[in-house]
């Protein structure tokens, strides 16, 4: 069976999704994490022959998937898949004539595809080469980064990007380890990592690895910075009442949209008793989730993955002078 239709991953959150984007079926629509195309056709559902989706993926297989599901798709409208990180949004929408998008999606993470492909190397669970790469073009490995990088290098990430209380313990097992044989799977990392670890975390509900193989994933792929780009770009390529929705499933990602979001409703940067607003700072939009929307017990017994989903959505306002 090829890969393409090996492939498969269950959107979480579509029906709130949806809700939030309201649809409208001349409009343009960007999903830009497209997976297994889940969300995106849902969107092409309400989508008429002058709408637009514009699909973009760094996963190569991820985009095969998609581009059978969704080229199939009865919709009328036109659609448009790009391999490309979401970094490059705005190129990307200026490339289709589209002024403006009146919908941005963006659904992060690893989709349970990537997760179960022991070869792409995501997972602690099944043995597997130090890759991680979402888009294999890219250079960098997991393998590269324990094999290579000094310890301190390697508690830093794992410190921001996994919040690993143990990070200088692991980061020093893992330099005398190499020292004598470098790591080239992901059992033999988890090992280590577990092994390293002291009792009472081996007694948590998640794998002792979990934070590890997380920061090492979001170090390989870039992701805090392609988010934080997304997020400086999209609410400006939003058009009027335009929306952009985010799924997160980490408290560093869900972080990062909490705070854009509100300083896109307030960027006023005037003293508090101020009486009014001298600075010129105006707001883009509001925020629709003063609370992130998560997902009830039915879908999270359905879809495992949704249990951390965080889903938060902003709106464009009118451009001002």
């Known amino acids: 069976m090829s890969r393409v239709f090996e492939f498969s991953h269950q959107p979480v959150l579509a029906a709130d999704v949806l809700r939030l984007l309201q649809v409208r079926p001349d409009g343009c629509y960007i999903d830009c994490t ?46 448009v898949l790009v391999h490309a990180n979401f970094s490059e949004l705005a190129p990307i929408l200026a490339q289709q004539g ?17 997760l179960d492909r022991a070869e792409r190397g995501f997972s602690y669970s099944a043995d597997g080469p130090l890759d991680m790469r979402m888009n294999q073009a890219d250079t960098l490995t997991a393998a590269e980064i324990v094999n290579t990088w000094p310890a301190d290098a390697i508690s830093r990430i794992l410190k ?95 972080r990062l949209v909490k705070q854009a979001f509100r ?20 707001s883009a939009g509001r925020v629709l989730t003063r609370r992130p929307v998560m997902a009830g017990t039915d879908e999270q017994k359905i879809n495992p993955r949704a249990r951390s989903a965080r889903l938060r959505c902003f709106e464009a306002h009118a451009p001002t002078d």
């Open 263 to 282: 300083l896109l409703e307030n960027p006023c940067i005037c003293p508090r008793d101020f009486p009014v607003c001298t600075c010129g700072r105006r």
């Open 98 to 114: 589209r002024p403006a998008a009146q919908g941005i999606l963006a659904d992060l993470g690893v989709s349970s595809w990537q």
């Open 34 to 79: 497209l997976g297994g195309g889940g969300h995106a056709s849902a969107i092409l559902d309400g989508l008429g022959p002058a709408g637009l989706l514009i699909g973009i993926d760094r996963d190569r297989d991820a985009l095969d998937a998609a581009r059978a599901r969704l080229l199939d798709h009865p919709s009328p409208a036109q659609r």
């Open 160 to 254: 921001e990007y996994g919040e690993e209380r143990f990070a200088d313990r692991i980061s020093q097992a893992m330099v005398t380890r190499r020292q004598t044989q470098p790591f080239t799977g992901t059992a033999d990392l988890a090992a280590l990592v577990s092994r390293v670890m002291p009792a009472a975390s081996k007694r948590e509900a998640q794998h002792p690895a979990r934070r590890t193989f997380q920061a090492l994933r979001i170090a390989v792929n870039n992701e805090l910075g392609a988010l934080e780009n997304l997020l400086q770009d999209a609410p400006g390529l939003l058009a009027e009442d335009g929306r952009l929705c985010v799924i997160t499933f980490h408290s560093l990602e869900d």
